[in-house]
């Protein structure tokens, strides 16, 4: 019986290197393309933003927020860690860890698909009481992402290392922490935008 590729043992899945500087401008890419889409969100009406597809769906509006609860925590958790270390001479080539790579992956898009997964219950917006002021505070924080991104171009990115939602005590690299917060902004844009408003 073969294995499915899900479940293909971490050793064993490829891991993921390239060019600092490509890395950083195609994750940019990403992030002015989720502002694109959330500006569009903003010409809905509050109805609009509200409307679910069936009751244990998400909104618009949760999907967003839901963005907005883990960019309270990886936003300020990359710039502490970015202000902890002096700019260096950063290597041209990043090489993903094994488990930020993991991670990395879970949350990419593929061929327009996203793969469904649980949420942890305190980032799960459902049945939330949201505004469209919801979308200005995800404004914010991608122009925040945008800003440290750039930055980023002066330091290490294999190096330095910060903790992840799940558990403080587990570090990866902040090459691998910017792909997956980026990753997870494309995976819920994708989300909100598939809502049949």
Known sequence: MQQRKDFEPLQ???????????LIDELLKIVSDARTSALKFKELTPQQLNLKMHPDSWSVLECIEHLN??????????????????????????????????FANLMQVKQGKIKKMKTPKDKNPINSNLTPLTLERFLKQLELLKSLLNQARSYDLIRIRT???????????????FRFVVFHIERHIVQAENIRY
């Open 69 to 102: 609860l883990y960019g309270d925590f990886y936003l300020p958790e990359i710039e502490m860690r970015m202000l902890q270390h002096p700019k260096t001479n950063r290597t041209s080539t990043f090489k993903s860890g094994m488990l930020g790579n993991y």
């Open 12 to 22: 064993k899945r490829k891991i993921m290197q390239t060019d600092s500087t490509i």
């Open 163 to 177: 903790g992840i939602s799940l558990s403080p005590l587990i570090k990866i690299r902040l090459g691998d922490t």
